[in-house]
């Protein structure tokens, strides 16, 4: 699987960045993280990582990680003695910020909010990156009121917006939480397709595996995923499922499988991080399940799941509902299907069954791995800082 690139721009090197995030702890990996790889990886002159914490379960400590050339230069930790977006806010006025000329990325508007007033020196570029939308986010309305007004005030002041889907986009624009006047660009979530290159020789491929990916709640299917795999166990199919994934369903499933002694055949793992267990199992399956429900407050219509790249990466074949946007280029492309979410795990099962007796899968897997080249990091990443540079210039 070779990489299909767009080559950073050699400025980029040169550049300084800084990097402002809500961290949700050490296991957590998105956008911002990956991105940091990235620039660490190109060696860049100067980043500058700044990590509040989003909340008590995350951590207490604002964190400023500062790189040159690739290398730490300096780590510094500062207790949060306020709660919450209070807290930040004087978290981020004792935050030394470079004032010589940076890149700015702000992985959500309050970030930006709180980052833009400390910048105090021309040359600077800031901008947010935002890693997902959901129009009821903030709960009760009056947070919700507040942050929309932040997100419109600060939209407007800012010098670039980077979303996760068209769907986002649009759907920003039309609730009117931002600016439309702000130039934007659409990247998508992203993978490392080199990591999985290294796995893809380690374990042979089952044609009769599934696997499912995710946190086990509503929005993910949960109930759906758990009475589709009953109903094939029912059937006496030939078939092992594998769930990765915690959640309030977690519970529910193993006392499930316990309860129906299918132990054998359904295999819950848990919490899995990305690394080479995670990757096996996913190289040794033939088929990825994403039963996202339907709802107003499921994020993933708007969102880019980066567990479906994953289940590309892997050569998979992807039965996910019409949710996430990606599911009709998944469909378009051959290498997925959609069944609505409205449809009963009869139906899923039928379908499973059907795809388990075809002897397409291997081509399809073929199929899969390619297409999973249009979402590698670094084509991406490079992509939007051109876009950023090449245009703050223009």
């Not at 400025?11 to 949700?24: N, P, R, Y």
């Not at 660490?40 to 050339?69: G, Q």
């Not at 800031?126 to 419109?152: C, E, H, K, M």
């Not at 069944?339 to 399809?364: F, G, Y």
């Amino acid at each position: 699987m070779a990489r299909k690139c767009v080559y950073p721009s050699k400025s980029i090197v040169k550049q300084e960045f800084v990097l402002v995030k809500h961290s949700l702890g050490k296991q957590y990996v998105g956008p911002a993280e990956d991105l940091e790889r990235y620039l660490l990886e190109l060696k860049v002159k100067k980043l500058t990582v700044i990590s509040h914490p989003l909340n008590a379960a995350s951590d207490k400590f604002t964190e400023i990680r500062i790189f040159e050339n690739g290398d730490l230069a300096q780590c510094s930790k500062r207790s949060r003695l306020l709660p919450r977006m209070i807290g930040q806010i004087f978290d981020s006025l004792f935050t030394p910020l470079p004032q010589d000329g940076s890149i700015v990325f702000c992985f959500n508007a309050y970030a930006a909010f709180i980052t833009k007033p400390l910048i105090r020196k021309p040359g600077f570029i800031l901008g947010t990156w935002s890693v997902d939308y959901t129009p009821d986010s903030q709960g009760i309305d009056f947070t919700r009121s507040l942050y929309n007004a932040i997100q419109r005030h600060i939209s407007k002041r800012i010098d670039f917006r980077i979303e996760n889907s068209e769907a986002a986009l649009i759907a920003r624009n039309v609730a009117a939480v931002t600016s439309q006047d702000c130039r934007h660009l659409v990247v998508p979530i992203g993978i490392w397709t080199e990591d999985y290159v290294e796995t893809s020789t380690i374990k042979k491929r089952s044609g009769k595996q599934l696997i499912f990916l995710g946190s086990l709640n509503e929005r993910t299917g949960s109930d759906l995923l758990i009475e589709t795999l009953l109903e094939l166990t029912y059937r006496n199919l030939d078939f092992t499922a594998h769930v990765i994934g915690k959640g309030p369903a977690y519970d529910r499933l193993m006392q499930l499988v316990d309860d129906e002694h299918k132990a054998n055949q359904i295999f819950i793992h848990g919490f899995l991080p990305e690394g080479p267990t995670l990757r096996e199992l996913l190289f040794s399956s033939s088929i990825a399940l994403a039963p996202f429900s339907n709802g107003k407050a499921n994020f993933t219509q708007f969102a880019d799941p980066q567990k479906i790249k994953r289940y590309l990466a892997a050569g998979l074949y992807v039965l996910s509902t019409e949710v996430p946007p990606i599911a009709s280029v998944l469909e378009a492309n051959g290498v997925g299907e959609i069944i609505n979410s409205q449809h009963p795990a009869k139906v899923w099962a039928d379908k499973i069954e059907l795809i388990l007796s075809s002897r397409t899968l291997s081509q399809v897997c073929e199929r899969a791995t390619d297409f999973a080249l249009d979402f590698e990091n670094t084509s991406l990443f490079a992509h939007a800082i051109n876009f950023v540079i090449n245009d703050s210039s223009a």
